[in-house]
């Protein structure tokens, strides 16, 4: 069993900048295995924000590209989410989110973000 624990959401004006943080604990048996962040806006479903592979490879929503930048450290289990030039459409509960290569998937409770003038 894995448990994922996130930090750093909070509430921002438009423009500012979060650092949200996961880190993961628990039976690893293995050091390659996917880390990211979704994200559920009000009315909307959860939707991937980023996600970030043990060799560093990255995917990240359009949306936030050029905004949010992922990394990871693997010997911490810990991966980050910095968020720059927050925008309303941001808020959102960011779901820290772990799959191993054999499928198995774990999520974190979330965390509020709320980008309002």
């Known amino acids: 069993q894995v448990q994922l624990h996130e930090s750093g959401g909070g509430f921002v004006q438009p423009g500012g900048s979060l650092r949200l943080s996961c880190v993961a604990s628990?039976?690893?048996?293995?050091?390659?295995?996917?880390m990211g962040w979704y994200r559920q806006s009000p009315g909307k479903q959860r939707e991937l924000v980023a996600d970030?592979?043990?060799?560093?490879?990255?995917i990240i929503d359009d949306a936030v590209k050029g905004r949010f930048t992922i990394s990871r450290d693997n010997a911490k289990n810990t991966v980050y989410l910095q968020m720059d030039g927050l925008k309303p459409d941001d808020t959102g509960v960011y779901y820290c989110?772990?799959?191993?290569?054999?499928?198995?998937?774990?999520w974190g409770q979330g965390t509020q973000v709320t980008v309002r003038g």
């Open positions: 970030i592979r043990t060799g560093g490879s990255v």
């Open positions: 628990g039976e690893f048996n293995t050091e390659y295995y996917i």
């Open positions: 989110w772990l799959r191993f290569y054999d499928a198995r998937e774990f």
